[in-house]
């Protein structure tokens, strides 16, 4: 009866410490289909409030998936679909060095050269991308910040869309850009 009882007391708190980890959580709907994303507010929390200023504001509908590079990552949420880059906010600081890995199906802050420079662009890796993480060649490396919970299927379609070249508004040419436009419709707090 004794052991009954402490696999009782176990069993209840994994529950309750599976509970208190779990952090928000953004459904997108694109032309290919769902995915949901769980944010690790803990470990990343302004990368995590900047990405769901964004989500509130609605800013990533009608954005689209400009650069997708299959065996590497998919990067959306900040072009429309006819390559104008949209206006965003302050970057947000590099939280890179938070522990988590740039591992396949993490969603993880775009950013330029300039560690502190993310914005509203994120990329999904396709593949564990141990080059990315924290502390890269660079020396930084790019702020994880949560990973797909469901809907891998439609990461798996978006990555195997073939791309080309195409011609950005002020920006000359774009590589790697889905021949088929791949639009997020929606992205969405669950409650």
Wanted: proline letters at 5%; a positive charge.
């Amino acid at each position: 009866m004794r052991k009954f009882f402490a696999s009782l007391i176990l069993i209840a708190t994994c529950l309750s410490s599976q509970a208190a980890f779990a952090g928000p959580k953004v459904e997108f709907k694109t032309t290919l289909g769902n995915f949901v994303v769980e944010l690790d507010a803990d470990k990343a929390p302004k990368t995590t409030a900047n990405f769901l200023n964004y989500v509130k504001s609605g800013f990533y509908n009608g954005t689209i998936f400009h650069r997708v590079i299959d065996g590497f990552m998919i990067q959306g949420g900040g072009f429309t679909s006819e390559l104008v880059q949209k206006p965003t906010d302050a970057p947000v600081v590099s939280e890179a060095n938070n522990g988590l890995k740039n591992n396949n199906y993490t969603i993880a802050m775009a950013r330029t050269s300039d560690p502190d420079s993310a914005t509203a662009q994120f990329f999904i890796n396709v593949k564990d991308n141990q080059g990315l993480d924290f502390p890269n060649a660079m020396g930084n490396g790019y702020t994880v910040f949560g990973k797909v919970i469901s809907g891998t299927q439609t990461i798996d379609a978006i990555r195997k869309v073939p791309t080309m070249v195409a011609s950005a508004p002020r920006m000359g040419r774009m590589a790697d850009v889905p021949a088929k436009t791949v639009t997020i419709e929606s992205a969405t707090i669950l409650k």
